[in-house]
Nanobody, 115 residues
Framework: QVHLVESGGGLVQPGGSLRLSCTAS????????MRWYRQAPGKERELVAS???????SYADSVKGRFTISRDNAKNTVYLQMNSLKLEDTAVYYC?????????WGQGTQVTVSS
């Protein structure tokens, strides 16, 4: 059974930084692309960043240059380093992977950017 557990969210001032972690189990982590999504109140869930098996990365335009996705296959963990945070980055952040045709989500971690 796939488990994805996010952590690292919290309250931060504009311009601040946070690092989110997602620890995975129940599948061969090193063989799957991993993604970070977010969902703000009243909005649809959106893809923020993704990282492939070969560690190629891609980002939403809104976070390019500010967020960095990375992975540590030895720890079965994917990270999202978020710098220069803005009010509009406030959302619940989820990690995601697809395993054997099933889309899997973690429970999410809240990020609140506020002065």
């Amino acid at each position: 059974q796939v488990h994805l557990v996010e952590s690292g969210g919290g309250l931060v001032q504009p311009g601040g930084s946070l690092r989110l972690s997602c620890t995975a189990s129940g599948f061969t982590f090193s063989s799957r692309a991993m993604r970070w999504y977010r969902q703000a109140p009243g909005k649809e869930r959106e893809l923020v960043a993704s990282i492939t098996v070969s560690e190629s990365t891609s980002y939403a335009d809104s976070v390019k240059g500010r967020f960095t996705i990375s992975r540590d296959n030895a720890k079965n963990t994917v990270y999202l380093q978020m710098n220069s945070l803005k009010l509009e980055d406030t959302a619940v952040y989820y990690c995601n992977t697809v395993w054997r045709g099933v889309v899997n989500w973690g429970q999410g971690t809240q990020v609140t950017v506020s002065s």
